[in-house]
C-alpha cells in the first residue's frame, strides 16, 4: 500500500514540476504529435512564415473557412472564442501561441516558484515569460480563468515590449492596464477587460503548456487567428488545409456577393445559398471560372487548392 501511494505521489508531483517552468521541448513533441514539420528550438510546431503571411490575407474565423471543418470533418469541437474586448480589432492576428498559465495565488507555492527563478537570475513572471517571446509569436494568457479584476497581465509599456519583440498583439484571458497608451500603436489586443491596477494575487505556473482560454483547450504552437469577432485556435497540423480552404470560399463569396449586387431583384437568396441553391449548371460553371481566374490572378495554381 504504502509503495502504492508513492508511486501515485510521484506521478502527481513530476507533472506539476515539469508544468512551473513550462513542458519541456520533449513534452512539447510529445503532446502535438500531428506536427510532422519543422519546429522550433523550444519544441513548438513552426507554422511556416510563408503560410503566416497567406492566411492574413483571407477570412479564417467563418463557419465556412475554419470553424466549420474544424469541428465537421476533424472533430474540433471547441476551437473558437467570442466576447472580447478588441483594441484595434480591423488590424486582425495572426501568429504561433506562445501559452502562459497564472494561477490564483498561494503563498508557499509563489515563494518556491519567485524563489527559484530569482536563483537563476531571472525577473519577476510577467516579465520573465515576456522575455522568452520572439518574432512571430502571439503571446496568450490564462489570467486564472479569466480574471479582470487584478488580472492585469501588462501596461502600455509591457504591451509595446511584447509587440515589439513579437511583431504581433497578444490575447489575455484576463486584462490589461493603460488602454490609452497602448491602442495607438496600433496593434490587436484580445482582453476580457481592463483594470486600473497592477497585477493581483496570482502566480505564474506554467509557460508553453495547454491552457484553456473560455472553451479552448489551447496548445503551444497553435496557430492563433483573431478577427473582429473572436479567436480561432488551429490546430497547426490543419493549418495550412483551412488556410486554402478559406482562400476558395473567400472567392466563393465574393462571385455570390457580386452576383447579388449586379442583379438587384433578380437574383433569390436561395439561387445561391441553402440547400437548393448552386444547381444550375450554368451558375456552377461561372462561379468555378471565376474562382479559378481569381487564383491565377493571385499566383495560386488550382493544383494549389487540393
Known sequence: MMIRFALLTLA??????????????????????????????????????ALIERIKKVRMTSEEASWGPLRLTHNYMHQWEGNWKILNPEKGLVGRAFTVQYLPGRPEVAKIIEDEASAKGLSQH????MDMLRPGDVMVVDMAGGRVVDGVIAGDNL?????????????????IRDQEGIEPHG?????????????????????NVPIRIGDVTVMPGDLVVGDREGVTFVPPNLAEELAVNAEMYDLADEWRMKKFIDNPG???????????SMRDPAMQKECAEFVNRQLKEKGLSEADQK
Open 159 to 175: 504591451a509595446v515590449a511584447v509587440w515589439a519583440r513579437t511583431g504581433n498583439g497578444f490575447v489575455v484571458n484576463g486584462a
Open 126 to 129: 510577467n516579465v520573465r515569460m
Open 12 to 49: 502527481m508531483v513530476a507533472p506539476l514540476c515539469a508544468q512551473m517552468d513550462g513542458f519541456s521541448k520533449e513534452q512539447i513533441v510529445k503532446y502535438t504529435p500531428n506536427w510532422t514539420g519543422e519546429r522550433l528550438d523550444d519544441g513548438r510546431p513552426k507554422v511556416s512564415d
Open 187 to 207: 496593434f490587436p489586443v484580445y482582453i476580457k477587460g481592463v483594470w486600473p491596477g497592477v497585477f493581483g494575487d496570482l502566480m505564474l505556473t506554467g509557460i
Open 266 to 276: 433578380t437574383i433569390k437568396p436561395s439561387d445561391l445559398y441553402g440547400r437548393n
